[in-house]
Nanobody
Framework: QVQLVESGGGLVQAGGSLRLSCAASGSILSINRMGWYRQAPGKERELVAEISSGGRANYADSVKGRFTISRDNAMNTVYLQMNSLKPEDTAVYYC????????WGQGTQVTVSS
């Protein structure tokens, strides 16, 4: 079992920045990919960014150039630095970790006001 705890969400004005963190605990050995999905009201959950254990990152087109994902394997933590935020980035952001099975965090709300 892998437990994921997210932090860093909140309310920010358009153009602002937020940094999300997700700390993994439990059976953390050999966690492969970690990353973030988001789900806005009335929409499906979508991948925002993910990063492999070796540091290879993948981003949704909508966030490329604005968001940066990073990972500290020693601290078992993944980060999402979100800059130039837009109202359409408003969503609940969910951290995930993959180790055969995909584990999920509880979600953190990000609200961007116009």
């Amino acid at each position: 079992q892998v437990q994921l705890v997210e932090s860093g969400g909140g309310l920010v004005q358009a153009g602002g920045s937020l940094r999300l963190s997700c700390a993994a605990s439990g059976s953390i050995l050999s966690i492969n990919r970690m990353g973030w999905y988001r789900q806005a009201p009335g929409k499906e959950r979508e991948l925002v960014a993910e990063i492999s254990s070796g540091g290879r990152a993948n981003y949704a087109d909508s966030v490329k150039g604005r968001f940066t994902i990073s990972r500290d394997n020693a601290m078992n933590t993944v980060y999402l630095q979100m800059n130039s935020l837009k109202p359409e980035d408003t969503a609940v952001y969910y951290c995930f970790a993959t180790k055969g099975y995909r584990y999920w965090g509880q979600g953190t709300q990000v609200t961007v006001s116009s």
